[in-house]
């Protein structure tokens, strides 16, 4: 089963994040221009109090038809955030992220934050496995 790790080394290690004091607009912004559907968020030392997601804004706005342009990523982050470690394996991290019904995972790894991965990302390395298994099938049928 591939795990975390594997996924994080083909993906890339790291993590793009936003300040607790990002101002919204500036947050969709920088989101947008990387392509991200979500941020960890960090406070002043780095250490993770938050997830910023597009869900997390389009949220605020209809259920509040809030004005985003005055608030902050510590204004809309959800706070509760379901992590994982590289050991995981993606079944386990989609698990967590059916349970927690979210769309992205902060992976840590001696307590560091040392990556994030996506549902997106999960599910690649998904059909990659069941294609490898399809493909040992038909090798192991035909000799």
Same mark, same amino acid.
């Given at each position: 089963m591939?795990?975390?790790?594997?996924?994080?080394?083909q993906k890339g290690?790291g993590?793009?994040?936003?300040?607790?004091?990002h101002?919204?607009?500036?947050?969709?912004?920088? !989101?947008?221009?990387k392509?991200?559907?979500?941020?960890?968020?960090v406070?002043d030392? =780095?250490?993770?109090? &938050?997830m910023? #997601?597009?869900r997390?804004i389009?949220r605020?706005?209809?259920?509040f038809d809030?004005d985003?342009k005055?608030r902050?990523?510590?204004?809309?982050?959800?706070?509760?955030?379901a992590?994982c470690t590289?050991?995981a394996t993606?079944?386990?991290a989609m698990l !967590?992220?059916?349970?927690?019904?979210?769309?992205?995972?902060?992976?840590?790894?001696? =307590?560091v934050l040392? &990556?994030?991965v #996506?549902?997106?990302d999960?599910?690649?390395a998904r059909l990659?496995e069941?294609e490898f298994e399809?493909?040992?099938?038909r090798?192991y049928?035909?000799?």
């Open positions: 591939t795990t975390i790790r594997q996924v994080l080394d290690w993590a793009i994040v936003l300040s607790a004091n101002f919204i607009p500036q947050a969709a912004r920088f !989101l947008t221009a392509r991200i559907g979500a941020a960890p968020v406070d030392r =780095g250490a993770l109090v &938050g910023l #997601s597009e997390d389009m605020f706005v209809g259920e809030g985003i005055d902050t990523a510590a204004d809309l982050m959800t706070t509760l955030v992590s590289p050991e993606i079944l386990d !967590l992220m059916t349970t927690h019904r979210c769309r992205h995972l902060p992976v840590f790894e001696d =307590g040392a &990556g994030v #996506s549902i997106g999960l599910v690649k990659e069941a399809v493909d040992s099938l090798a049928i035909v000799s």
